[in-house]
C-alpha cells in the first residue's frame, strides 16, 4: 500500500507539465494571505474533480493530514479533502478527530467532517454509514468541539445516516446540546422516518428563530422526498402541511410568514399552490420588507411572475421599494420573468 | 528589340494629343473588399510619362508610369456606378487626357448592436449596399463557443431583406453572405456581449436570536454567525435547498431563435447572503443562570475574573462575530466582515452571482451542473476564509493569547453543579 502511494506520489512529482499534488499541498500549508490560499486551494480541486489526478491529490492530502498539528492548517486540508471526498477521506478526517488531541483541532476539522459526509459518492453513502456510523454517533454523543459537525455529517449521509440520526435525537442530552443542528441534520436526511421527528422538533421550537429554522429543514426534506420519488403516510404528509402552513397568513408574525412563504415556495410548486400563491401576491405589499422579499423569491421562475398584474406589482417594487435588497430582488424577479 | 527600332520612327508620325485614350476594369460588379485589375491604355503610348487612377470614392490616387499602365485596387465603400479616372501626361508637352470607366461596388449592410448586454433580444438585419439590389438568399452564421449556427432565408417575402433574431447570450462572430448583381458578398462582425451587472445583496442581522445559546460550559459557544433562517453557518447563498443545489436560486433559459439558438444562459437570480449573528443568551448582562447556579454567568465573572470587562467581553464575542471592533464593513476581524470581504474579492472567493453570470452550455442539464459547481466554489473558498478560527494574529476578538476569548474565564460544569473560576476558555465563540 505504502509504495503504491510512493509510486504515485513520485510520478505525479516528475510531471511538469501539471500542477503536482505534493508541491501544491505542501504550499497550502505555508502560505498565509488569503488571496494565496484561495487560489492553491482552487488549483487542489480542479486536480481533485480530475478522474485521473484525483487519486494522486487525495493521497498528497491525506498524508498531509495526517502530521498535521496546526488547527488552521489541518482546517484547509480537511476542507479539500472534503471537497470530492472518498470513503478514504471521510475516515481520515474522522480518524484525526478523534486522535487530536486538542480541542482547537478537533473543532477545526468538524466542518470537514459534515462536508465530506455530505459529498461521498451516493453509492458510498451506505458503505460509510455502516463503516464509521458508530464512531459518529460517539463523536456526536460526547460534548466534543466536533460534535456539532459529526451530527451534521450524519445528516448529509442522508438516509443512510437517518436511523443513526434519529437514534441521536432520541437522546436527551444531544437535543439539549444541539438542537439546531438536529434540525438541520434531520432536513438533510432525506428520509421519510424523520419527518414526524422533525414537525415534532418544530412545532417545540423555543424561539421564533428555532422555528423558521425549523420550518427550512421540513420544506428542503419534504422536496428531497419527493426528488427522490420517496412517498409519506397521508398523516405525516397532512402533519408537515399543516406545521408550513401554519403561519402562512398575513397577520402572523413577519418572521415567521416570511420563513412559511419561502418554506411553502420550497417544497411545493408556486404556480399549484393557490393558497400559497393568494399568500404571496397579497405579501409583495406587506409591511415588512422581509415578507416582501420572501414573496418576491418565492414567485421568482414561476409562471405567476409574468402574468401582466404581478409584473406590476413587483415593478413597483422593483422602482419604489425603499429597502435595497428588495428592490434588487424585485428587478431580479421582472428581469427573470420578462425572459 | 528589333521590333522597336522598326516601328519607333513609324509611330513619331502620331502626335501625343491625338492619342487614343481607353480605361477599362476586370470586373464591372466588384464585392466590397474584394480588387479589380485597372488597365489605361494608350495608343499610341509613346510618350506616355504617367497614368494616375482616380476614384470617386475618395479612396488614393494611383499611379502607373510604364506600361502596361495597370493597377490593383481594393473597393471598401459600396456604390453604384463608382466612376474611375485614369488621367494619361505625356513627355512631349502634349495636354493630359482622361477616360472613365464606372464600376459597381456592391456590398452587404448589417445592422444590429453589436454589443448587446446578456439576454437582449437583437435583430440583426442584411440587406444590399446600395439599397435596392435583388438578393435571393441570405446565408447566415454565428460563430461562438466552438459551435456554429446557420440559417439560411430565401427571401420568400421578396423584399430582399433578412432578419435573424433572437436573445443573445454568448460573444462570437456573426457573418452574412449573399449574392448582390452576380458577386458573393460577405459581412462578418464581432459581437461582444456584455455582461449583466450584477452582485449578491448581502446582508447581517445582529444580535439577531435573543432566545439562542446554552448554559456556558467549558464547550459552549458563545456566538456564531450562520444563515439566517436554516439557521446553518455552512450555508452562505440561499435559497439552497439541499446541500450545493441552487436550482431555486437561478432561473435558466434556452435561447430557441437567432444567432444563439441552442445556447443557455442564466436568465436570473435571487440568490442572497443574509446572515445573522447570535449571542449566547447565559453571557450577557441579566442573562439566565445555569440550572443549578445561583448565579449568571456575567455576575459570576464580574465577581472573580473578569471585574470590570463583561460587557467588553459580550461585546467582543459580538464583534467577532460581525465587523470586528470598531465595526467596520470587510474587516477581517469579524466573520461578517469576512465574508463581505471574501465576496468583495474575487481572489479570496468572488461574487457567485457575478461568477454565474455568464455561465452557458448546450443543455439545461449541463446549465445546471455548472451553476452549482460555480457557485458551491465560491462558497468553500468564502468558507474556508470566513468560517476559520484560528486568526489570533488577526485582532482582539479572535481569541489569541490575552484576548477576552480565549483569556481566563469562569464556566459552569453541570456535572458537579460548580463554576471553575478563571480557567482559560476554549477558542470557541
Not at chain 1, 289 to 312: C, G, H, M, N
Request: charge should be negative.
Amino acid at each position: 500500500m505504502k509504495s503504491a502511494l510512493l509510486a504515485i506520489l513520485l510520478a505525479t512529482t516528475r510531471s511538469s507539465a501539471a500542477p503536482a499534488p505534493v508541491e501544491s499541498v505542501a504550499t497550502l500549508t505555508s502560505v498565509r494571505s488569503a488571496a494565496e490560499v484561495a487560489s492553491v486551494s482552487r488549483t487542489i480541486r480542479r486536480g481533485l474533480e480530475d478522474p485521473v489526478q484525483a487519486p494522486a491529490w487525495r493521497a498528497a492530502l491525506l498524508n498531509a493530514l495526517q502530521g498535521e498539528a496546526k488547527p488552521e492548517i489541518a482546517r484547509r486540508i480537511g476542507l479539500l479533502l472534503a471537497w470530492r471526498p472518498d470513503e478514504a477521506a471521510l475516515a481520515a478526517i474522522l480518524e484525526r478527530i478523534e486522535s487530536a488531541a486538542d480541542r482547537p483541532l478537533q473543532e477545526a476539522l468538524a466542518d470537514s467532517l459534515t462536508l465530506a459526509a455530505g459529498r461521498l459518492p451516493a453509492e458510498q453513502k451506505a458503505v460509510a454509514a455502516q463503516r464509521f456510523g458508530p464512531r459518529l454517533l460517539k463523536l456526536a454523543s460526547a460534548p466534543t468541539p466536533a460534535a456539532e459537525g459529526a451530527v451534521r455529517g450524519l445528516g448529509r449521509l442522508g438516509a443512510p445516516g437517518c436511523p443513526l440520526l434519529l437514534e441521536l435525537a432520541r437522546q436527551q442530552a444531544v437535543r439539549a446540546r444541539h438542537p439546531e443542528a438536529l434540525l438541520i441534520a434531520l432536513g438533510e436526511t432525506g428520509c421519510a422516518d424523520a419527518v414526524p421527528v422533525l414537525v415534532r422538533m418544530t412545532e417545540e421550537a423555543s424561539s421564533a428563530g428555532r422555528r423558521v429554522a425549523g420550518l427550512m429543514a421540513v420544506s428542503g426534506l419534504l422536496r428531497a422526498i419527493r426528488q427522490d420519488g420517496g412517498a409519506l403516510s397521508a398523516d405525516t404528509e397532512r402533519q408537515a402541511w399543516s406545521c408550513l402552513r401554519r403561519d402562512l397568513r398575513l397577520d402572523a408574525d413577519p418572521e415567521l410568514l416570511a420563513a412559511s412563504i419561502r418554506a411553502c415556495a420550497t417544497a411545493s410548486d408556486v404556480d399549484e399552490d393557490a393558497e400559497l400563491a393568494a399568500v404571496a401576491l397579497e405579501s409583495l405589499g406587506h409591511a415588512s420588507a422581509q415578507v416582501r422579499s420572501a414573496a418576491a423569491t418565492a414567485l421568482f421562475d414561476s409562471a405567476l411572475a409574468s402574468r401582466p398584474d404581478v409584473k406590476e406589482l413587483v415593478r413597483a417594487l422593483a422602482d419604489h421599494e425603499t429597502d435595497a435588497t428588495v428592490r434588487v430582488l424585485a428587478r431580479d424577479v421582472l428581469a427573470g420573468a420578462e425572459h | 528589340m528589333r521590333y522597336s527600332v522598326f516601328w519607333v520612327p513609324a509611330l513619331m508620325a502620331v502626335p501625343a494629343w491625338a492619342a487614343d485614350v481607353t480605361v477599362s476594369s476586370s470586373a464591372d460588379v466588384i464585392a466590397v473588399g474584394n480588387s479589380a485589375t485597372l488597365t489605361c491604355t494608350v495608343t499610341p503610348s509613346t510618350y506616355v510619362s504617367r497614368v494616375t487612377f482616380s476614384y470617386e470614392d475618395g479612396a488614393p490616387s494611383q499611379e502607373d508610369t510604364s506600361a502596361p499602365y495597370e493597377v490593383q485596387r481594393t473597393f471598401n465603400v459600396a456604390m453604384d456606378d463608382l466612376t474611375v479616372t485614369a488621367t494619361v501626361e505625356f513627355s512631349d508637352g502634349s495636354p493630359t487626357q482622361q477616360a472613365t470607366v464606372d464600376v459597381d461596388v456592391v456590398g452587404l449592410a448589417l445592422s444590429g448592436s453589436t454589443s448587446p448586454s446578456r439576454g437582449w433580444s437583437v435583430a440583426y438585419t442584411a440587406r444590399s449596399d446600395p439599397q435596392g439590389k435583388v438578393i435571393d438568399l441570405f446565408e447566415w452564421s454565428y460563430t461562438a463557443g466552438g459551435v456554429v449556427n446557420t440559417w439560411s432565408d430565401y427571401d420568400l417575402d421578396n423584399n430582399d431583406v433578412s432578419t435573424w433574431a433572437g436573445k443573445m447570450v454568448i460573444s462570437g462572430t456573426l457573418s452574412v453572405q449573399a449574392v448582390v448583381c452576380g458577386v458573393t458578398c460577405t459581412k462578418t462582425v464581432s459581437v461582444t456581449i456584455a455582461p449583466r451587472n450584477w452582485s449578491t445583496p448581502q446582508s447581517c442581522n445582529v444580535d439577531n436570536e435573543s432566545d439562542w445559546g446554552s448554559e456556558p460550559t467549558a464547550s459552549a459557544v458563545m456566538g456564531e454567525n450562520r444563515d439566517r433562517e436554516s439557521n446553518d453557518k455552512l450555508r452562505y447563498f440561499v435559497p439552497q435547498a439541499n446541500d450545493g443545489d441552487f436550482s431555486q436560486a437561478f432561473s435558466v433559459s434556452g435561447v430557441t431563435s437567432g444567432p444563439c439558438q441552442g445556447w443557455w444562459y442564466v436568465s436570473g437570480s435571487t440568490l442572497v447572503c443574509q446572515r445573522e449573528t447570535v449571542i449566547n443568551k447565559y453571557i450577557k448582562a441579566g442573562g439566565p443562570a445555569p440550572a443549578g447556579a445561583s448565579q449568571n454567568f456575567y455576575d459570576r465573572n464580574a465577581e472573580v475574573c473578569l471585574d470590570d470587562l463583561m460587557d467588553e467581553f459580550v461585546q467582543a464575542v459580538g464583534n467577532h462575530e460581525y465587523r470586528g471592533t470598531p465595526a467596520t464593513a470587510r474587516s477581517e476581524e469579524g466573520h461578517y466582515g469576512r465574508i463581505e470581504n471574501g465576496i468583495y474579492d474575487a481572489e479570496i472567493a468572488g461574487d457567485p452571482r457575478k461568477a454565474a453570470e455568464g455561465l452557458l452550455a448546450r443543455s439545461s442539464a449541463s446549465l445546471w451542473s455548472l451553476i452549482n459547481l460555480t457557485v458551491e466554489d465560491v462558497e468553500d473558498d468564502l468558507h474556508a476564509y470566513a468560517g476559520g478560527e484560528s486568526w489570533s494574529a488577526d485582532g482582539p476578538n479572535w481569541g489569541g493569547p490575552d484576548a477576552l476569548g480565549s483569556g481566563l474565564r469562569s464556566t459552569w460544569n453541570p456535572g458537579s453543579q460548580t463554576w471553575s473560576d478563571c480557567v482559560n476558555g476554549v477558542e470557541k465563540f
